[in-house]
């Protein structure tokens, strides 16, 4: 299993406004593609931010599912809703340990 965690840093004050247009919009199309292990916001570090961790069998999963989610009409409608929100984005690939639990 793989996991991407993609951490986005929004506009000061937006957070709020951003996770419920991502909820009510976006969630649904993305979920198709990914699966969501978990999603949070930052009270330490760099503020204003939030962390998504999604799951993939492998590299080339998340390679085609990530193509798959870039061909969609629908998600290409619902992200220019979200890039007025987006200050900064990280994605770190996360591979688990032998004795790691499975998720």
């Given amino acids: 299993m793989l996991v991407e965690m993609r951490t986005y840093q929004i506009t000061a004050g937006k957070v709020p406004e951003f996770l419920?247009?991502?909820?009510?919009?976006?969630?649904?199309?993305?979920?198709?593609?990914?699966?969501?292990?978990?999603?949070?916001?930052?009270?330490?570090?760099?503020?204003?931010s939030i962390v998504f961790c999604w799951a993939y069998d492998d590299y080339a999963h998340r390679t085609a599912q990530r193509a798959k989610l870039a061909a969609d009409?629908?998600?290409?409608?619902?992200?220019?809703?979200?890039?007025?929100?987006?200050?900064?984005?990280?994605?770190?690939?996360?591979?688990?340990?032998?004795?790691?639990?499975?998720?």
Avoid: M
């Fill in 73 to 103: 009409p629908e998600w290409q409608a619902f992200t220019p809703r979200i890039l007025p929100y987006l200050v900064h984005q990280e994605s770190v690939f996360l591979a688990p340990t032998a004795f790691s639990p499975k998720v």
């Fill in 20 to 48: 419920a247009i991502y909820e009510r919009e976006g969630l649904g199309i993305i979920t198709r593609y990914a699966r969501l292990q978990g999603c949070w916001t930052k009270d330490s570090g760099t503020l204003n």
